[in-house]
């Protein structure tokens, strides 16, 4: 019942105090919305690490996909954006469906066999010009549409689209950790052998995995293109989308549910507020060594520490 | 036609040539550890711009900052070793992470020191031509090529008649066995990290000689390598060679007779053919994929 | 009674003195967001080198002081837009900088929603200038460049022309334009793209040395495009008359960095190197930039001094009217119209510059020489002419 109070206060906070301390200040609701667009691609990080058992280190791919795919359907087929978002995370999908060969990698293969993957999909947009614009890319993507007399495309607005559709994945994983299939993916991590035995398919499990966090990605990607309302290959693929939600994930703890997305908020924040204050133009840096750092000291992550200090002991994800 | 074709091969095969220099020291470590340093192509560039502050503070040729810029390159690389020696768990996928963080701190640090000009090489004898009957290339280019094949038989002949280098061997096929032999693996990987920096070095000079260098090129490089390391499979040496000739004459060819803007691609592409053809590589030993 | 009412006479007249002193001298703050760190932080630290320049300079002869706040964009979207919000709490008056079109899209997006100018020189998209935002001035373009490209090699007669240009978006648009216009007055033209990431330009060298066969070989990309190119070239010794490039290369690092690369290689350049700066304008540029970096002002820190200068005076202007809460930056900006070191500069309706046309230096002898348009040589082309 305590864990319930506090995610509902955690939500309260989240929803009505954010906004009625820092709405004017749209610098730091900037901030928070870039951070939580991180926390949403590191949740689908952390939800493929954790139950597909596969680290990827191309997540870029489904995060520019579904943003082009949104874009694009948005602007020449003159679609809502909300359906256009939607459709956005179906692109990522079918772009994680081209991937399903390579399921069947170990490890650092399958990591960096997404990574050409997201190389590939960045010079698809770049040459098909037609289509994506090539390397001049997309200008002028519509914003958040207003409905019910409230402007979503506002920073406020923007605010809380990304912050309830962090919520809803959230939400999703947890569900899906909970359900059957979870079990069967945790079992799976055990022995795989020993799973496939019992008859469970564990290809095919790993496969829905890949696409449920594609499209979760890809949701992500297509909210920041119609909040920057600006697209080009070298943006909508950049590493940043990789190399951010990682350190997010891995500082708040990618076992857990709320880390990578609170490891977002927190690595966005302090590096922008606190590191670039200090440091103008060394501060990523300090990003490389807190990575460092906390493989080193606490792969688990920050909440984990955070955790042991409070003495409270939490059942492994 | 053919002519163009020819060349491009030309330049392919001497273009690979510096692959694989650029491959070995990952391979190499890949190899012993099963740790993929992406910190790697941090180090090749990290040994190039000492070439350029050698060239341009003092005016000498870029080979002669091989010393300093071994003496740095080998040092960072043991830094790394130690880092990645210290992991407890989950080896494979937290140094993935851990290299990865190694390598931005290494480019930001290149970018503070050196600040984000491009360079290269402002030798005379490195640009000028050499002529081989109907095939043009750089001086920079043949030589390069052949330090490459030079170092690779080097290294080939140190992993299968030195003690050190057996004991490399010894410890990437069986670390336990190793052990029970009288080898102290952590000192073995420790060397294999150490041969990485000193091949590190030879590359990054090279590169600083007949390419040109800016901070953020040390991923790039270190995707190359990477793909090239799949393609030649593990622990093979001479397939590194191979699989580093054969990228280098796909890109040259891909770029002569379609279009430049799909060189990345044919890396990336012949990257995931290998992996879905023949994951243990072109010459990789038997391993199971699952 | 009375002694109060004077008193309350006094105090108010003290605080209007007080007032009006601070107006004139009151310190204008500008904020300048431009990328330090990612992939554009070599052009980005160009331009705002020029950009404090710039300030240095107005400050010793302006009674108004510029007070200059910068924050690194770090080659990002969401970051420009969060630099420029940020800056904008802090109270500057106006943007500057900006380096990429799709960082300057949404940053001057967000500096119009907060009703500040935005200025730059470090975007040639289209899309810029036909969003119809009011607060947008940008002192350079594309067609600039194609003017001064085209120009020359109309004059050296080019009948057949290899372009060789980056993917990129500012480049690929350039050469597109090149080559309309060259078509256009009936050469043949042949377009050669490539990759960014490509550092070996043999095979292309070696397609326009025997199959195009042309005379020329124009190429459109950075720095290292153009050695890369040069490089290959010089290796090939393809049959050509001439070979033009456009920005980043009429440089002095160039010439000093590329000795074997550089001679009777043609560029864009305003100036000519060693620099002569005919006007009192360029020589205290000159001077400020050697004493504060030690090295020549190159063609970035010319359009930062240049977009920062125009920003500077405006918001001199608006603040002797007394109209800078008012609109008056933008106001002023809107009427602004003379000669700087890039040429003359007045600001059309969608805030482009139409009056930009560069000019064409050429390498000679580690010196570099003004060759087109005749009006602005400083010398006499060395043509025909390769670097081997």
New interface residues.
């Given amino acids: 019942m305590k864990r319930n109070t506090q995610v509902l206060l955690a939500l309260l906070a989240s929803y009505a105090l954010v906004p009625l301390l820092f709405g004017s ?3 730091i609701m ?2 928070v919305v ?1 951070a939580l ?1 991180i926390g949403g691609v590191a949740l689908s990080w952390a939800l493929l690490g954790n139950l597909g058992g596969m ?1 990827s ?1 191309g997540h870029s791919a489904f995060f520019g996909v579904g943003a082009y795919t949104s874009a694009i359907v948005s602007m020449k087929l003159g679609l809502p954006v909300p359906l256009s978002m939607l459709l956005g995370g179906l692109g990522a999908v079918v772009a994680s469906a081209a991937m399903l ?2 399921l ?6 399958f ?3 997404i ?3 997201a ?2 999909f960045r ?1 698809l947009a ?2 098909w010009k037609p289509v994506t614009g ?4 997309i ?2 993507i519509p914003r958040l549409p207003e409905l019910l007399g409230f402007d979503f495309g506002s920073k406020t607005g923007n605010y809380w689209v990304i912050l309830s559709l962090v919520v809803v994945l959230a939400f999703a994983y947890q569900r899906i950790r909970k359900s059957h299939y979870g079990l069967a993916l945790r079992a799976m991590h055990e022995s ?1 052998d020993a799973t496939r035995v019992v008859g469970v398919n564990s290809t095919l499990l790993k496969a829905l995995m890949l696409v449920v966090s594609a499209f979760m990605c890809g949701l992500v990607g297509a909210f ?1 293109a119609h909040y ?5 290959p ?2 909508a693929f ?3 989308w990789v ?1 951010l939600p ?2 997010a994930a ?1 500082f708040g703890g990618y076992r857990t549910l709320t880390g990578p997305v609170i490891g977002a908020v927190a690595v966005y924040l302090v590096d ?1 507020l606190v590191f ?1 204050a200090i440091m ?3 501060h ?2 300090v ?6 750092a906390m ?2 000291l606490s ?1 688990d992550g920050l909440l984990s520490i955070a955790r042991n200090m409070t003495g409270r002991r939490h059942a492994a994800a | 036609m053919t002519e163009l074709i020819l060349q491009a091969l030309y330049s392919g095969l001497l273009q690979g040539g510096s692959y694989a220099l650029i491959a070995l020291g990952l391979a190499l470590v890949f190899g012993t550890m099963k740790v993929i340093n992406l910190a790697h192509g941090e180090l090749v560039l990290l040994a190039a711009y000492i070439a350029y502050s050698v060239e341009s503070g003092l005016g000498w040729s870029p080979l002669l900052a091989i010393p300093l810029a071994m003496l740095v390159v080998c040092s960072t690389s043991v830094m790394v070793y130690l880092a990645v020696s210290r992991i407890q768990k989950d080896r494979e996928i937290n140094s993935l992470i851990l290299t990865y963080g190694l390598g931005v701190m290494l480019t930001n640090l290149i970018l503070l020191v050196w600040k984000a000009d491009v360079h290269s090489t402002s030798s005379s004898w490195m640009q000028d031509a050499f002529v081989l009957g109907p095939f043009f290339s750089m001086n920079s280019e043949i030589l390069f090529f052949g330090v490459s094949v030079l170092l690779m038989g080097g290294l080939w002949w140190w992993l299968a008649r030195s003690w050190y280098g057996r004991a490399v061997r010894a410890v990437s096929s069986n670390r336990d066995a190793a052990k029970l032999m009288g080898i102290n693996p952590r000192s073995t990987e420790l060397v294999s990290f150490v041969v990485a920096g000193i091949l590190a070095t030879f590359a990054g000079v090279a590169l600083f000689s007949y390419g040109v260098i800016s901070p953020s090129y040390g991923g790039v490089l270190t995707i190359k390598a990477f793909v090239i390391t799949v393609l030649a499979g593990i622990g093979s040496i001479p397939g590194v060679l191979v699989g580093a000739l054969l990228l280098g004459v796909a890109e040259a060819l891909t770029v002569t007779l379609a279009s430049s803007a799909l060189q990345d691609l044919v890396g990336m592409g012949l990257f995931l053919l290998v992996l879905f053809v023949m994951p243990n590589g072109l010459f990789g030993a038997k391993r199971r994929r699952g | 009674m009375k002694n109060s009412y004077k008193n309350l006479g006094l105090v108010a007249l003290i605080a209007c003195a007080g007032s009006w002193s601070s107006l004139h001298a009151e310190e204008l703050l500008v904020g300048v967001e431009v990328p330090l760190t990612g992939t554009l932080a070599r052009v980005g630290g160009g331009m705002h080198e020029g950009i404090l320049v710039a300030a240095e300079v107005f400050n010793k002869t302006s009674k108004h002081k510029i007070k200059v706040i910068s924050i690194d964009d770090e080659s990002s979207p969401a970051k420009a837009v969060a630099a420029v919000e940020k800056l904008a709490s802090q109270g500057v008056l106006a943007i500057t900088g900006g380096y990429g079109s799709n960082n300057i899209a949404p940053a001057s997006d967000a500096a119009s929603k907060l009703g500040l100018a935005y200025v730059t020189s470090g975007g040639v998209d289209d899309s810029l200038v036909s969003s119809g935002h009011k607060n947008f001035f940008r002192i350079n373009n594309t067609a600039g460049y194609q003017k001064a490209m085209v120009g020359l090699l109309g004059d050296m007669k080019a009948k057949s022309v290899s372009i060789v240009y980056s993917s990129k978006e500012a480049t690929s648009s350039l050469a597109r334009e090149v080559q309309k216009t060259l078509t256009a007055q009936g050469a043949t033209v042949a377009s050669h793209e490539f990759d960014p990431a490509i550092t070996d330009f043999k095979p292309i060298i070696n397609k326009i040395k025997l199959q195009d066969k042309s005379e020329f070989i124009a190429m459109v990309g950075y720095e290292n495009d153009y050695v890369g190119i040069l490089r290959a070239a010089r290796v090939l010794k393809p049959n050509v008359k001439a070979i033009v490039g456009v920005w980043s290369l009429a440089t002095s690092k160039m010439a000093a960095d590329f000795p074997d690369l550089m001679p009777n290689v043609y560029g864009t350049a305003f100036l000519p190197y060693p620099a002569e700066f005919k006007s009192a304008d360029g020589k205290a540029f000159n001077d400020a930039y050697q004493k504060l970096y030690q090295k020549e002002p190159d063609y970035l820190g010319q359009f930062g001094y240049v977009q920062a200068t125009l920003l500077f005076e405006a918001m001199a202007r608006s603040a002797d009217k007394g109209t800078l809460k008012k609109n008056g930056v933008i106001d002023e900006l809107n009427k602004t119209d003379r000669q700087t070191l890039i040429g003359r500069v007045k600001f059309g309706a969608n805030g482009d510059n139409p009056f930009f046309s560069h000019r064409m230096g050429q390498h000679q002898n580690g010196k570099v020489v003004i060759v087109w348009p005749k009006e602005e040589a400083t010398g006499k082309a060395s043509f025909p002419g390769v670097p081997w």
């Fill in positions: 200040n749209h610098y900037s901030m870039a667009v680290v280190f060969p390579v069947r990698l170990r490890g650092p293969y990591a960096l066999a990574l050409a993957y190389h590939i010079i770049t040459e090539g390397a001049a890319g200008s002028n795989e920041n920057i309302n600006f697209l080009e070298d943006y950049s590493s940043v190399t990682i350190v891995i922008q670039k103008p133009s060394g990523q840096l990003l490389g060594l807190l990575l460092v493989v080193l792969p």
